[in-house]
């Protein structure tokens, strides 16, 4: 039910391949994750019935939306824009951990491995197991990678909240958080370009 999301955080990151959503994970604390598959090559019709497919969206959109659930992402305009592009819907995002970093660190590398490195209690260089999708790869690496995403997103999180409060940086972390709506509407408008010049 709806309503039993109030209160919940969670951290969202979704894969694309092609230009369209392959998977999309959600983190509800650092050890554990899910993913929900979308694409599927064993399967061209993709990895649901298109009535599941619906249903499992409708969830996410009322878990994504809901004014209680506190999204967290990692450069989360990127996935914001394929939820809104592809599902019809605007995520919220809470707090993003790439722009959090960068407030308190500007200037430092803001991958998410490197944000990992630094903040998370076990550390293990995963990026180059999932990031570049290639056709002869198993499905089952691309999920893992996606939840491995979350969770190290959730447990950023955590440690880079604390470090933006303990230098009185909060104010300013959201100020770059009450931009993402903004930043998300422009994204999807797009920029007029003179193409006869």
Known sequence: HADSFGGLTIASDLETRAGHIACAGIAWNELQAICIP???????????????????????????????VKVIGQNYLYDAQYIALYWHML????RDTMYTHW?????????????????CAYHRFWKDEGKEWVAKM????????????CVKTFESNKVIGDIAQQLGLEAQVQDQMDDFPLLLDMMMRGV??????
């Open 38 to 68: 979308f694409m599927c090559v064993e399967d061209k019709t993709g990895y649901w019935s298109e009535h599941e497919e619906i249903q499992i969206i409708q969830m996410l959109r009322r878990l994504l939306t809901h004014p209680g």
């Open 91 to 94: 995520s919220t995002c809470w």
């Open 103 to 119: 407030v308190c660190w500007p200037g430092t590398p803001k991958g998410l491995a490197y944000l990992s490195s630094l903040y």
């Open 138 to 149: 198993e499905e089952e690496i691309l999920w893992n990678y996606n939840c491995i995403d």
């Open 192 to 197: 007029k370009q003179d193409l006869v010049a």
